[in-house]
């Protein structure tokens, strides 16, 4: 293999990028491929404790990773140990003949026909959200922490049914601690052993037990009976074999349910709402469709997302612009090439939805936001990995059709109810588990006309 050096910021003497990935992760990507290429390698940390990493930003190499080299790539980096650590090791984080397993068991409940029947509980908690919107005192709402209670309300009664009420309050307080505890230290230089009685392992410790409490009394009131909620469905789940989930599996299932399937359709949504806000002849277009399509007042129901074309091009514009997960790692087994590039064996690296869906070779004006890059005719000339906010390959997201379903009907009631316009105009990323706003991202409703 070529013994040539590949491109990448030289940052400080003592700290290399660590600063600037501290302060703006997601500018210093963007920074990183307009000024060193495709394939970057980044030196952080201080002499001693430094780590390096690689950044792919190409579609031909995220590709690559995900997929045509996927076997060589493992879910193996800090981030995804420290996730295992704190939820479990279910579908998101396992390995090997685990995952085969889990899948196994869990690929049924996520068909496209069984997905369709959650749209009456996304239903109820829009139906939910409008009548309590409705009634705001001077119409204003954060877009974050409400989109982040109606996604996690519509997944939690998605999986718990009638249990629905008794997690609720424990997941709205508890996953924001543990969000910030695997994302500080997996950005962190410096990890103390989760055992020693450090302030933020003491925090975290209590949140697990909460979280793992409220979650083991639901599995264990369910046990030997059966019900059609997603948690029911997931415990009577049997293998070729007849093997099923345990209690501790279940439990670790439900919270990476929890955690993937309302944090990303969380983030979906606002941002959609955001940008609706900040384009009102847009939105009079998107309403428009949902009004031609849903009338004035009928249940949102899964056959409307195929008749909602233009407000589906909406969120996948906005999840262009702003991915849930805006990098995704990895850890090479074997030196190997990608994009051209020499990777040696044990890198972590890392695809960037947030920097390959603004490339300039791929998308045109990419900071303009535009749903019509959504056509079909458009999507057909693109490579398949501009655009990967679901990620790709053999692990890529089981929940696209779900997330899909509950962000274009849930967009779809509040627009037919409200039409929606910018407090807050700028916009301050954060980068954990998930892209996040760092503050509030404000929006004044008014009745839709």
Known sequence: MPATRT??????????????????????????????????????????????????????????????????????????????????????????????????????????????????????????????????????????DEMSRFALRAVARILFGADVEAAIAVVREQFPVLGRYVRNRSFSPLRPPRSWPTPGNREAAAAERALYAVCDEIIARRAGSSSDDLLGLLADARGEDGEALDATELREQVLIFLLAG?????????????????????????????????????????????????????????????????????????AC??????????????????????????????????????????????????WFPFGGGPRACIGQHFSMLESVLGLAALLRAFEVAPVDTEVRLTHGITMGVEGTLRIALTEAQ
Do not use: C
């Open 7 to 144: 491109p990448g910021p030289s940052g400080l003497p003592l700290l290399g990028s660590m600063l600037d990935l501290k302060r703006d992760p997601l500018g210093t990507y963007l920074d990183a491929q307009r000024e060193h290429g495709d394939v970057v390698r980044f030196s952080a940390g201080p002499p001693g404790l430094r780590t390096q990493f690689y950044m792919v930003f190409s579609p031909e190499g995220a590709q690559q990773v995900l997929a045509t080299q996927a076997a060589n790539f493992r879910k193996e980096n800090l981030f995804y140990e420290e996730i295992r650590h704190t939820f479990g090791n279910g579908l998101l984080t396992s390995q090997d003949t685990d995952y085969q397993r889990q899948r196994r068991l869990v690929q049924p409940l996520f068909t496209r026909r069984r997905v369709d029947g959650y749209a009456a509980a996304i239903d109820l908690e829009a139906a939910s959200l409008v009548e309590r919107w409705a009634a705001v005192p001077g119409g204003v709402v954060d877009a974050v």
């Open 262 to 334: 309302h944090e990303t359709t969380a983030t979906s949504l606002t941002f959609a709402l955001h940008l609706l806000a900040l384009h009102p002849e847009l939105q009079a277009e998107a309403r428009a469709e949902v009004r031609s399509v849903l009338g004035d007042g009928r249940p949102v129901r899964a056959e409307d997302l195929a008749e909602l074309p233009y407000l589906t091009r909406v969120l996948k514009e906005a999840m262009r612009l702003y991915p849930a997960a805006p990098a995704i790692g990895r850890r090479s087994v074997a």
């Open 337 to 386: 090439v990608v994009d051209g590039v020499p990777i040696p064996a044990g890198a972590d690296v890392l695809v960037a939805p947030y920097v390959t869906q603004r490339h300039p070779k791929h998308w045109e004006d990419p900071e303009r936001f535009d749903p019509d890059r959504f056509t079909p005719e458009r999507e057909a000339q693109r490579h398949r990995y501009a």
